[in-house]
């Protein structure tokens, strides 16, 4: 039985919703005169200019630099989290705290994580903002792995014990494997929400170290300008490359493990 075709109208019509002002975007970013709303023919020089821009390249050196440190912490320790929580523990409060990072209002634990900041009389700059993204990204990480849990097979596990294995070798060559996906995905996930976070990084950052988001604020508060869509289009250019990366690798480990 054929679908009638008015059916695909709100389809295709919230497709074209979601992606019409990206692709605007992309294409005003190859855009040679000075209005970043008036085509007016076909130009790089908005990203030699980009590249330019000092205030722009120490902010990405910035972002790299949180984003990269806090997906490896928020990985392992997310990982960690996940497994002790599915494996060890049947508590649902200490799931729910697993996962609160994620569920509370990125104001709220930014405002709470500078107060903690106060507190410890610690302070403020990369490093505080690495740590902070970590809290944000862990529980992100615990809820995709521990989803990745519930389709582990117990029985290889228990075979691996049983055959004398420790529970540190268990671990390594049999659960790892096993959420290698979900690890992934995990790890994708927080690297791509630390790199776009504005809210946490703006309580938490120095003044002499913002990051990538907190320029293109401070660039846009007076108005859009084609360094910036010039600059989103190279963020979507990553974004895209690491999903498909991201799918290969974890389809390649599914068909390995």
């Known amino acids: 039985m054929r679908r009638p075709r008015l059916l695909y109208v709100p389809f295709w019509a919230t497709y074209v919703f979601l992606y019409a002002p990206i692709v605007v975007l992309v294409v005003m970013s190859f855009n040679s005169g000075e209005s970043p709303y008036v085509y007016e023919g076909f130009g790089l020089k908005w990203y030699g200019a980009l590249a330019e821009n000092a205030a722009i390249r120490e902010g990405l050196v910035n972002t790299l630099i949180v984003a990269v440190g806090s997906t490896v912490l928020a990985t392992v320790l997310g990982t960690l989290l996940a497994v002790g929580l599915a494996r060890h523990t049947r508590s649902r409060a200490l799931d729910a705290l697993g996962v609160l990072p994620a569920v509370l209002p990125d104001l709220v634990l930014g405002?709470?994580?500078?107060?903690?900041?106060?507190?410890?009389?610690?302070?403020?700059?990369l490093h505080s903002v690495l740590l902070a993204h970590?809290?944000?990204?862990?529980a992100f990480v615990t809820a995709v792995v521990r989803t990745r849990l519930t389709h582990a097979d117990t029985s290889l596990e228990e075979a691996s014990r049983d055959l004398g294995a420790t529970p540190f070798t268990t671990f390594v060559r049999i659960t790892l494997p096993q959420l290698a996906p979900g690890i992934l995905a995990g790890a994708l996930l927080a690297f791509t929400l630390s790199i776009d976070e504005f809210v946490i990084a703006f309580f938490t950052a120095a003044p002499?170290?913002?990051?990538l988001p907190i320029v293109i604020y401070s660039m846009v508060r007076f108005g859009v300008t084609p360094?910036?869509?010039a600059l989103a289009t190279l963020l979507l250019l990553v974004s895209f490359t690491a999903v498909i990366v991201t799918q290969r690798m974890t389809r390649l480990t599914e068909s390995l493990s």
């Open 111 to 125: 405002i709470g994580l500078l107060v903690f900041y106060a507190m410890i009389k610690s302070t403020l700059g």
């Open 208 to 211: 002499t170290t913002p990051t």
């Open 134 to 138: 970590t809290v944000f990204g862990m």
């Open 227 to 229: 360094e910036i869509n």
